[in-house]
């Protein structure tokens, strides 16, 4: 008798394996683990690589939230001609799909025609901007565009911002798992190197100067909610601003204010390369996705001086 009830018991239990399995299944986190790059920062913000994250949990949770996103991007002078319509037409299918997307494009030229076939719930405004002479102004000068077009438009509409170069192509991927707070990318040039080669702004003179940080942050991409974005362009223009009446110029420009400002105001979460990735690097093992790639450099022929 016994042996029969130790027999049913173990049958019982047997019986929980699959249930707790398919429990398991349904209710499993996002994000999952990769071994052999970095997930997670030293303030616990996840660093973002494919196989980490349910792309559909994700896209559901912000429909359910009411997630929409404006992103920001500047075609000024020949940048218009050469970029923004690939840029646009890729980003249409793969930027956010699924999400509210208000596209904010400054340039010199908005009565240029651009031939974008919008997908529903996607809108598109143009806002003139003046085209400063030097390329590092234009540059420079997003930061207090980007804090004005948030102030005046961008709060009411959406919920969150992405700031993007127009020198790029969608190629996969870029969707609702890079939303968060506050949104920095990984460098592709920087990621495996050695924090003594990032290359900070190291004039003492400069609002820029830092000595140590985290990680090489790329200006090519950056995000978050309005609210966080627009703290950002306000630090950074008032520290480009500084530095102008102290006669003194970051390195890199507006990419070294960026990376002081994140030295000091953390990232809530952490594009990895695949965000932006440049082909000319090479196969990488880890770089198992593009979402975003570089597209070629003209500096000759594209920057005014
Ligand atoms: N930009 C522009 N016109 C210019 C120079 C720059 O519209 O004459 C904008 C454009 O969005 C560009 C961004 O500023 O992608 C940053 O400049 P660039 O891409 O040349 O810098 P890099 O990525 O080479 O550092
Ligand atoms: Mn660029």
Redesign the pocket.
Known sequence: MRCFQKIKCTLKCLLWVPAALCALYFTRPSMQSRTDVQTCTTWKAPILWEGMFDPEVYDQNHKKEGTSVALT????????DE?LETFLNSSEHHFMVGLPVSYYV??DMPEKVLHIHLGPQRTLKMIKVQ?HSR?QD??MM?MKAISDVIESDIRHHSTHVFC?????VFTGRFGSEALGDSVALLHAYYYHLPKIFYTYDRNPKSKAYMENGDFYYH??VFGGSWKSVKSLAEGCYQNIMEDKQNNVEAL????SHLNKYLWLHKPSRVLSPEYCWDTHIGYRSDIQVTRLL?AP?Q?DK???L
Not at 73 to 80: E, I, K, M, P, Q
Not at 252 to 255: M, S, V, Y
């Open positions: 991007v500047f075609a000024v002078g020949r940048y218009l970029y400054f340039t085209r390329w234009i540059s997003r993007f170069d127009v020198d790029q200006a090519a890199w420009h507006d990419e570089w450099k500096y594209l920057r005014t």
